[in-house]
Structures are given as structure tokens and as C-alpha cells.
């Protein structure tokens, strides 16, 4: 294959040096700087080949051997001598002159021979500068010249050869790598799916356990609502508000010792939280209490369902004290727990509450039972507690207490409330039994 492209290629390069002429122009530039032999001969060879190519002459070996860099072709006539001494050129000299040399024949599949232009004699005594006939030891100079350029050019296609084996060694070489590149990129890719399917199935695995995990508790959930609520049926569920210095703490007291109702509060609750650190709840409040952090609707939501759950069985109904202190925390309690049956409010006048916590910090000691702490205390309670009485008097569940008087008088009141609350109760918790349950009941 490779034989074949040099043949192709040496063909191609014959048949263009052939077509131009290219070794009779050496042999005329080669022929004209011999006899000239100019000073800048690069000059002499660029203006003869100007003015041979301006003037659209026929290509011969003596054309640039007239005037230097003259393009007439005339050879200089010789001067007729009356010396007897002086012989004229033999008439071959004039055939050699006008004749072209023959050119050797390029052997086949070899590379192109560059043409030999035999040496002129040097220091010619003929006139005029004229060449002379090529000598015996120049034509076998020549015969030289010409198998040493066969053994060049066979050494120089040896070497040609090598080179291209080379080439055609790397290039294979390059295309086996490909390949095998190819190859390994595939198997790696296989393997790299592999265990990607493999990372993708333990995920989706973990996924689905997740998600299991999930429906299982939130069955789980529901079904402890649904005890939770069973639990609490006949038992009243109470929010207890009232701003500070109200007086709602001695009443709730008095509620729980008549009525046996179990006291909630969310204060109370959060501070027993923090004081838990054995569990990861109490880890969790006692963390956000160091770091001031605001206590979050469902963190206290969920203290108060763990608290009624826990304490449902044996409780007659709940006090929630201090909770809820926006309305969208009533809402979520109703939601999440259990719907409240009634808010009763303690409604005292400011200048009452601030002349009881006034007193109240002569002895408690602390800091905040001053009148001017005090005054931001109630414009804060006003704010929050205003919407919240707004909502469940929209709903009849809000009983407001006038708490300026004493105490057993507050109560009266809060007795005579929840008298027709625990009645009505009452009813709806019948109303619910089975007959089996009645019949239990009534024996």
C-alpha cells in the first residue's frame, strides 16, 4: 500500500516537472550564470526569469547567455582574427551550442532526478566568453553523477520507506488506543451505571421506608386522637385568661378544689421542659430558653397534647391557663387536640392590676412588679388578648368575669357558669353511651 502511494506520488511529481519544463529553466539560468558569472547573481537570476517570462520566448539551455539579463538570445558573434594561431571552433562546438542537452530518462518508481547541468571549462580562452564542448572527463563525471544520484535516490527511498513505516506504526498504534479506550470507557461506564442503579434502589428504598415510617405514625396518630377523644368526652376543656395581677391563679385553684379539674399551664410546662435534660425534648427547650429563642406555636401546642394525654384518664376536665395568647394558636389547638368548650376571662381595670402587682413587688422581689414595666405589660396583654375575645365571642364560648371584687364573690360567679357548662356536658357524654354503657351506668 505504501509502495503504491510513492509510485502514485513520484508520477505526479514527474509529470508536473515534465509539463514545465523545470530542468531545461535550471539549465538555462545554471548555463547563463557560467558564462556571465555576475556579481549579485540572485539578481541576475530573478531578471532573467522576469524577462523570460514577460517576453513569452520558447525555453532554450542558452537563452539567458546574451547580454546579462538580456532576453534577445543571441550569442555573441566571435571576432574575425587575422591570426593565423587562432583557430575557429570546430562546427560541433556551434551543434552543442544550439542543441539541448539530452536529459536521462527518470527510472520508474524512483524519486525525480534534479537536472545536471555539466560544469563549463573554467577561464575558456575562446571568445567572448563561449562554452566549450563537453570533454571526456566531463561525460564521465556525468555517468558519475548520474549512479550516484540512483544510489541516492535508493537510499533516500529506503529511508522514505522506514519513515512511512514509522508514521504507519504510530497511527495504528494511536488507533489501537482509541479502542482500547473505547473499550475501557464502556466497561467503566457499565460499572458506573451499576452502582449508580445500586445508590439509586437504596434510596428509593430508604424513600419508601420513610414514607412507610410515615403513614405508620400518622395511623399511629390517629388512632391516639382517637382515644384521646374518647377519653375526653364529658370532661370540659377551659381557656383561662386574664392579664396580669387578674387574680386567675386563685381562681383556677378554687376550680380545681371543687371541681377536680387538672391545671395546665403553658409556662409551667416550657419551664419543666427545660429542666429535663435526660430527653431530647428537654435538650431542645433548655437550648432554645439559654439562646432566647421564641417558643413555636407547635412546640407548645405539642407540651399541652402530651400533658392532656397523659393526665386523661383520671382528669374531669382542663384548665389551660395562659394559652392560647394569639388566635391562630386557639384555632390550631381546636385542630390538633380538642375543641374548647369555653374561655372564661377575668376582666379587671388597669389601675386595679398595676396597684395589686405594685404591692405584689414589695414582696415578691421581682424586678419586672414596677409601675412602669407593669404599664408596657398591660399594653402588650391588650393587644394580643383583644383578638382572642373577639373570636369566641363570636362563637358564644367567652364568659367574662368582673374580677375587682373578692375572691369568693369572683367565684360565685365562675360557679353559677360552669354549673350549666358541666350539666350540658353531662348530657352530651349520655347522649354518647352505648346502650350496654347505660345500662352499666345505671346499675
Known amino acids: 500500500m505504501n509502495q503504491m502511494n510513492t509510485n502514485a506520488n513520484t508520477e505526479l511529481a514527474k509529470d508536473y516537472i515534465a509539463k514545465r519544463k523545470i530542468p531545461q529553466l535550471f539549465e538555462a539560468l545554471i548555463t547563463g550564470l557560467m558564462v556571465h558569472k555576475p556579481e549579485d547573481h540572485i539578481d541576475f537570476i530573478i531578471e532573467s526569469l522576469t524577462r523570460h517570462k514577460d517576453g513569452n520566448q520558447q525555453l532554450k539551455w542558452d537563452t539567458f547567455i546574451g547580454r546579462k539579463g538580456g532576453m534577445n538570445n543571441t550569442l555573441v558573434p566571435l571576432k574575425t582574427s587575422t591570426n593565423t594561431n587562432v583557430t575557429s571552433p570546430p562546427p560541433s562546438l556551434h551543434t552543442e551550442l544550439t542543441r539541448p542537452p539530452k536529459l536521462d530518462a527518470i527510472p520508474t518508481g524512483k524519486r525525480e532526478e534534479r537536472p545536471k547541468i555539466e560544469d563549463q571549462p573554467p577561464q575558456s580562452p575562446i571568445p567572448d566568453q563561449l562554452p566549450q564542448s563537453p570533454i571526456p572527463n ?148 433548655n437550648e432554645a430558653m439559654s439562646q432566647g429563642k421564641l417558643i413555636s406555636t407547635e412546640d407548645i401546642l405539642g407540651l399541652l397534647k402530651d400533658a392532656i394525654q397523659e393526665r386523661a384518664n383520671e382528669a374531669s376536665g382542663f384548665l389551660i391557663d ?14 390538633d387536640v380538642a375543641p374548647c368548650d369555653v374561655l372564661i376571662y377575668f376582666d379587671v381595670p388597669d389601675e386595679i392590676m398595676i396597684e395589686r402587682l405594685t404591692k405584689r413587688g414589695e414582696t415578691s422581689g421581682r424586678i419586672d412588679d414596677n409601675q412602669e414595666t407593669i404599664a408596657k405589660r398591660l399594653v402588650t396583654f391588650h393587644e394580643q388578648t383583644t383578638p382572642i375575645l373577639g373570636h369566641y365571642g363570636k362563637q358564644g364560648k367567652l364568659i367574662t368575669i368582673d374580677a375587682s371584687r373578692e375572691p369568693d364573690e369572683i367565684f360565685a360567679d365562675v360557679s353559677d357558669a360552669l354549673t350549666g357548662l358541666m350539666e350540658q356536658k353531662q348530657m352530651n357524654s349520655d347522649h354518647n353511651l352505648s346502650s350496654e354503657e347505660k345500662s352499666a351506668k345505671s346499675i
Open 138 to 285: 566531463q561525460q564521465q563525471q556525468k555517468v558519475d553523477d548520474h549512479q550516484q544520484q540512483k544510489v541516492d535516490d535508493h537510499q533516500q527511498q529506503k529511508v522514505d520507506d522506514h519513515q512511512q513505516q514509522k508514521v504507519d506504526d504510530h497511527q495504528q498504534q494511536k488507533l489501537d488506543d482509541h479502542q482500547q479506550q473505547k473499550v475501557d470507557d464502556h466497561q467503566q461506564q457499565k460499572l458506573d451505571d451499576h452502582q449508580q442503579q445500586q445508590v439509586d434502589d437504596d434510596e428509593q428504598q430508604q424513600v419508601d421506608d420513610d414514607q412507610q415510617q410515615q403513614v405508620d405514625d400518622h395511623q399511629h396518630i390517629k388512632t391516639e386522637e382517637v382515644d384521646v377523644k374518647d377519653l375526653l368526652k364529658g370532661k370540659p376543656i377551659i381557656f383561662v385568661g386574664g392579664g396580669p395581677g387578674s387574680g386567675k391563679g386563685t381562681q383556677c385553684e378554687k376550680m380545681i378544689e371543687k371541681y377536680g379539674f387538672t391545671h395546665l399551664s403553658a409556662g409551667d410546662l416550657i419551664r419543666a421542659a427545660t429542666q429535663d435534660s435526660t430527653t431530647e425534648k428537654g435538650r431542645y427547650f
Open 322 to 335: 395562659g394559652f392560647p395568647r394569639r388566635v391562630d394558636q386557639g384555632i390550631q389547638f381546636e385542630q
